[in-house]
């Protein structure tokens, strides 16, 4: 996405959350295929086409043949259907595919290829939307970015820490991955702040800092968690996976036994610059961040999910129209 389509997008967002815009996608339908759970991405773009005229058919995986995305696979394992065939028949009934793709499948360097999705969108002959994968969330990152925007007004050289948070669980790097990139097209000045060991994409890492370079912004990684928070003007708190491991979550789980005090707090919120907080929720409240600053007077974390379905519907209307 270049930047003048990011911005054209936003904008289009705000008109579509001042003024709806009305049956504009009568006729027209969303198919969904969800892989893992989800409360706000399924629901904010059933909600968002069904304001627009349109509707939704939501799949999840029970409902689905088990699906083989390599090309010229013999397929004589427990995959049923080749993604090919799911996509090409998808394509005759639906104006539009959305996929929420599995956590942790393999190894990272083969799940960062997103090779279900990408099979999607090279085989289908309608739009794909990314809905989560383990390596972009860009619907949310899309959400967080119109969030920051309404409340920061200018975008360039603003201070956002992407703070590294405990978790109980191995979780993916979408968000974290989406966010980077976004806010970096916009100009911000981004830290990414996380215990050692938990590095994003070095690709993801390069390209954003690039972005943000052009756009008059910067990016920094820091190890520490005050420095992380010191003179932020947000703070956007996410766990994210161990790449190292990302195929041995146990071993994961004994890492991040050191990082238990990666917590957002209110001493934390103080070191910052009377930063706004942002999580995209599904958030475990006292291990992530506390319940102190998620019901804060600075928390957005509500925004960000309404703003979903804004965002949404933007791009639904982009797509479709
Ligand atoms: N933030 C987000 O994508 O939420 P869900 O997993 O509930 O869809």
Redesign the pocket.
């Known amino acids: 996405m270049s930047r003048f389509q990011l911005d054209d997008l936003l904008d289009l967002a705000t008109r579509v959350k001042g003024k709806r815009p009305g049956q504009v996608l009568g006729g027209k339908t969303l198919g969904m295929l969800f892989f893992?759970?989800?409360?706000?991405?399924?629901v904010s773009f059933e909600v968002g086409m069904q304001q627009l005229g349109g509707h939704c058919i939501n799949l999840s995986s029970d409902d689905l043949y088990d699906l083989e995305p390599n090309e010229q696979a013999v397929m004589d394992g427990p995959a049923e259907e080749h993604v090919k065939d799911a996509a090409r028949t998808l394509s005759r009934y639906v104006d539009a595919l959305g996929i929420r793709a599995a956590a942790r499948t393999s190894t990272w360097e083969r799940d960062r290829q997103e090779l279900l999705l990408r099979s999607y969108a090279e085989h289908s002959s309608v739009p794909v939307i990314n809905l989560?994968t383990v390596f972009e969330?860009p619907c949310?990152a899309l959400a967080d970015v119109l969030t920051m925007r309404e409340n920061l007004i200018t975008m360039q050289g603003r201070k956002l820490t992407l703070m590294w948070c405990n978790h109980p669980e191995p979780k993916s790097l979408g968000?974290t991955h989406s966010v980077l990139q976004l806010a970096s097209l916009m100009g911000m000045d981004v830290t990414l702040a996380h215990p050692l060991g938990f590095e994003v994409d070095d690709e993801v890492l390069q390209r954003s800092r690039a972005a943000a370079e052009e756009a008059g912004g910067a990016g920094r990684v820091v190890n520490d968690m005050q420095a992380g928070g010191k003179g932020a003007e947000v703070i956007y708190a996410r766990s994210w996976g161990c790449t190292k491991y990302w195929d041995d979550p146990e071993r994961e789980s004994i890492v991040k036994r050191s990082f238990q005090d990666w917590r957002v707090d209110r001493e934390l919120m103080a070191l910052t610059d009377d930063a706004m907080l942002m999580h995209?929720?599904?958030v475990r409240r006292n291990v992530a961040a506390t319940d102190e600053v998620l019901d804060g007077d600075r928390s957005r974390i509500y925004d960000q999910?309404a703003n979903?379905a804004h965002v949404q519907k933007a791009l639904l209307m982009q797509l479709l129209k």
């Open positions: 893992q759970p989800s409360l706000r991405t399924r989560e969330h949310q968000p995209p929720l599904p999910a979903r």
